[in-house]
Structures are given as structure tokens and as C-alpha cells.
């Protein structure tokens, strides 16, 4: 199933083009074809070579966290308190996102980071609204 196919009247899935569930949760980057680096989300141009032909590449399943916070006081629709996370990809690129975890308590600096799906917030008209996430992966 799609995440496109799980939008549903509750819910509403935010930048479906960046993410994908299968096989697995991972998000999807620009490759440029002409010099071959990375860049998420997919830029019109590349910012190495200034080249316009890129492409949609899958990034990773899994990368490593560079930073972390605990956000206590966010835009209207947030849950606060919630994590924010900054992983850094096998490709080159450093994503920011929410990270979905029971124990916030065991994050650690390099660990290692997996993609996921899951709520970010309300929506204006009250529905939830998901989007690709990081969790903590053993
Ligand atoms: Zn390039």
C-alpha cells in the first residue's frame, strides 16, 4: 500500500513525494546524473555542478544520528514535548525530522537511525497529519 492510498478523512500525509514504504521505510532524494551526489529533498538544480538532470533516488534505510533535541514549545497543531532528530545518510545528505522513540532516554549521538512513518501533527482542520520520521533501529 502506498502512503498516497492511506490517506484517509483522519489523516493526511505530508510530502508523499519524499518518502516511500516499500519494501521498506526510505526516503527518496535527488541524484544528479551528472556528477552523482545527493541532495534531499530533490533540488531543481544541483548545487555541486549546476546541472538540471536529476533524478529520484532512494536514499539508505538507515543513517546516523548527528544531532538531537527535545522541542518544548512549537507552532499550533505540535504535541509538544517531541524529539527532532538530524541523520546523516550513506549518500552524502543530512536530514532533518521528528524522531519516534519509547525510550528518548536512550538516544545517543551516532547511533543508528531508521526511517519510519508516523503523526507530526494536527491539521488545521483536525486531522493527523504523518510523514516520514526517524526511529532508533538496534
Ligand atoms: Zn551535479
Do not use: W
Request: charged share 25%.
Amino acid at each position: 500500500m502506498s502512503e498516497k492510498e492511506k490517506e484517509s478523512d483522519q489523516t493526511e500525509v505530508y510530502k508523499p513525494e519524499l518518502f516511500s514504504t516499500t519494501p521498506h521505510p526510505h526516503l527518496i532524494a535527488g541524484r544528479c546524473k551528472s556528477c552523482g551526489k545527493y541532495t534531499f529533498p530533490k533540488y531543481y538544480a544541483c548545487p555541486f555542478c549546476f546541472s538540471d538532470d536529476l533524478e529520484d533516488a532512494p536514499l539508505s534505510p538507515t543513517g546516523i544520528l548527528h544531532s538531537f533535541t527535545t522541542v518544548r514549545r512549537s507552532m499550533p497543531g505540535y504535541t509538544v514535548p517531541y524529539l527532532l532528530g538530524i541523520v546523516n545518510f550513506p549518500e552524502g545528505v543530512r536530514v532533518m525530522a521528528q524522531v519516534e522513540t519509547d525510550k528518548p532516554e536512550e538516544l545517543k549521538l551516532d547511533m543508528k537511525m531508521g526511517v519510519t512513518v508516523g503523526f507530526i501533527r494536527k491539521g488545521k482542520d483536525g486531522k493527523d497529519i504523518v510523514s516520514y520520521k526517524f526511529r532508533p533501529v538496534s
